[in-house]
């Protein structure tokens, strides 16, 4: 059983799974085909990603503008605020975030479809993250955006984040080519 908590952006869903608790630990089903499927997610899955990262680590705002990938983002230990952001054009939403803070207790998800930028800042010590892909990753088509672009406005919570070198030198949205930003379909 998993909750379901739409977004005021098109597709981008927090899901809850029921976590059952006892003396023992805890046991949840991370993913179940046929609920996640009546919950808006039809792709198929075709690649793990799992990433461990230091507190203060900010990494995105990343998607590919050829075969773009939905990605299903869960925190195995730690806490992280996760974003989505709109990069449709054309988009009533274009340029628009959403945010929510997934944790190992919480065990709280976010599906971000295809179309989107990605990206998350570790608040705890350290985090570890899993994220499910829609399709392969192929660096010839990744597009990346500024962290802090002042038009889309996310309220991270960090000001001085720890980057990668792609990260801390990506373009502002407004200035990716028109070939790499994907467009909103009716």
Known sequence: ???????????????????????????????????????????????????????????????????????????LQGEIFDVAVDMRRGSPTHGQWFGVTLTDENAKQIYVPPGYLHGFCVVSET????????????????VGVRWDDPAIGIDWPTNEPILSGKDAEAPLLAELSEEHVPTFLV
């Not at 461990?52 to 990494?59: E, F």
């Open 127 to 142: 985090a570890e993250v899993e994220y499910k892909c829609t399709d392969l990753y192929d660096p010839g088509y990744e």
């Open 1 to 75: 059983m998993v909750d379901v908590t739409t977004t005021h952006l098109d597709g981008v869903i927090v899901l809850e799974p029921k976590v059952h608790r006892d003396d023992r630990g805890f046991f949840f089903q991370s993913y179940h085909v046929d609920e996640y499927r009546d919950a808006g997610i039809e792709l198929p899955f075709v690649q793990d990603n799992h990433s461990k990262s230091a507190r203060g680590t900010l990494r995105g705002l990343h998607a590919q503008w050829r075969k773009p990938q939905g990605k299903l983002v869960r925190v």
